[in-house]
């Protein structure tokens, strides 16, 4: 295979391009990398390559000239034309597929842009495809040109030792690789898994699959809906998902039955406005009362360290600013999560909160339905009429979340969105944050366990962008 990179900084990219695997790799013939100069094919006296913006504006637009004759000079020593991609934050973001489907081309080429960008007329007329190393801007295309040469390269034959290099590495399959360890074998009080010194080929494969599975799961859920799961995945990742729902519930330790009295199950705030109505239907995190014995003594979300500082009212400043005049609405519904199966029998205790007759209904629960023999079904139905209680005549727009902490119910709630069209502000990741939570604040491990300070924050900032 054969690259070719058009840049102002060749020997930037020579670099790093001749060390390592990849420098071995065309020493060995296995890939050609070449790194063309730009500025050789400027016309100008003085070799100058861009110019100001038509228009004004900051910055330098690099000429089409100059690129278009390089590119030219490229397609005159390759057999055919090269696949031309211009590295751009415009681009698609690219993934492991892109690079599997581009090494197995004969030819690419990759254009660094450089200052403010390039003339577009350039890419209108050669670029074949546009991609992105990240939602991030860099100084020039250099590094990102560097890193889809590396990772084309290392696809290609006899680059890597092995097919087994790259195939069980994150990404390949769309899951994450399992962890790694060597010598010695404990460190810092920290063993390698027995399972991996058992000699057992099958076990330790077994082994390493399941960790790439509930890696992916913690880390990166939206792969999996790319991976190709199997019968047995699938039902692994159900059992695991039902394991750690009931080990953050033992953590969890607030039982709903304390969070509010029955009086205070709906609160109201400036209801005497007459802009919209927003009604927020939440658990602890919401709203909790005062509980002395597991060392909380606020009437907000639990666990800011001030009612200002929860994502209710967080909330309640953002829709102030959006909307004239709003009106509020904190209904706690911890005794439905609890009793889920018998919900339509919970309704009764809301009844203020139906009345309210919101606009708009922020859906922020699903914590505190046991997570042990977990009724996907049961809980959907009993989910849909709670809904419909709130929202009788379907005028409200519904906002629907996961869980802060990973439940069984988000797959639900996922579904629903997806039925009912409903915007869905996804949060399991940061309930595996320790930095989002309130640990250290409070003596009580299920009160600390709760979202501190940053937690709300980011769970007031994705609500509101789905508003």
């Not at 060995?28 to 003085?46: A, L, P, T």
């Not at 460190?187 to 699959?209: C, F, M, Y």
């Not at 602890?284 to 800011?304: C, F, K, P, Q, Y």
């Amino acid at each position: 295979m054969r690259i070719d990179i058009l840049t102002l900084f060749p020997e930037m990219c020579e670099a790093v391009l001749k060390e390592s695997i990849i420098g071995r790799a065309r020493e060995n013939g296995m890939v050609e990398i070449n790194c063309h100069q730009i500025r050789d094919f400027s016309i100008d006296k003085h070799n100058k390559v861009d110019d100001t913006p038509y228009g004004g504006g900051k910055g330098m637009i690099m000429f089409p000239q100059p690129i278009y004759d390089c590119f030219e000079a490229v397609c005159k020593e390759c057999d055919t034309r090269p696949y031309l991609i211009y590295m751009s934050p415009q681009g698609k973001t690219l993934t492991q597929e892109k690079v599997k489907e581009l090494s197995k081309l004969s030819n690419i080429a990759i254009l660094c842009g450089h200052y403010e960008g390039v003339d577009e007329r350039i890419l209108e007329e050669i670029v074949d495809e546009e991609i992105s190393i990240g939602d991030y801007v860099l100084t020039g295309g250099e590094l990102p040109a560097m890193v889809l040469a590396d990772s084309v390269a290392r696809m290609l034959p006899g680059v890597l030792s092995s097919e087994e290099c790259f195939t069980g590495e994150s990404h390949y399959d769309s899951l994450l690789e399992y962890p790694q360890y060597t010598r010695p074998f404990e460190w810092h009080g920290r063993q390698v898994p027995d399972v991996l010194i058992s000699g057992h080929h099958a076990n330790i494969e077994k082994w390493r699959h399941e960790q790439s599975l509930t890696r992916t799961f913690n880390r990166r859920p939206d792969m999996l809906k790319k991976a190709e799961l199997t019968k047995k995945d699938i039902e692994f990742l159900r059992k695991y998902t039902e394991d750690i729902n009931y080990r953050q519930m033992q953590k969890n330790t607030v039982n709903s039955k304390n969070q509010l009295k029955k009086s205070e199950y709906v609160r109201f705030v400036d209801v005497e406005n007459d802009g919209k109505k927003i009604l927020f239907l939440g658990n602890s995190m919401t709203l909790h009362g005062v509980n002395a014995d597991i060392g909380w003594h606020n009437e907000w979300g639990m666990a800011a360290s001030a009612q200002e500082n929860d994502y209710v009212h967080i909330l309640m400043r953002k829709f102030a600013e959006k909307y004239k005049n709003p009106s509020f609405c904190i209904c706690q519904v911890a005794e439905w999560e609890r009793d889920y199966k018998n919900g339509t029998s919970k309704h009764k205790l809301y009844e203020d909160a139906r009345t309210f007759d919101a606009d708009i209904i922020v859906m922020r629960f699903i914590e505190n339905c046991p997570g042990k023999d977990f009724d996907a079904e049961v809980f959907k139905a009993e989910l849909k009429k709670l809904l419909d209680y709130f929202n009788p005549d379907s005028k409200a727009k519904i906002i629907l979340t996961t869980g802060f902490w990973r439940h069984p119910g988000d797959t639900v709630v996922e579904k629903i969105s997806k039925e009912e069209n409903l915007p869905l502000a996804l949060l399991g990741d940061l309930g595996e944050d320790e930095k989002m939570k309130a640990i250290g604040l409070f003596e009580h491990s299920g009160v600390a366990n709760h979202p501190g300070d940053e937690g709300m924050k980011m769970i007031a900032e994705r609500i509101f962008e789905k508003i």
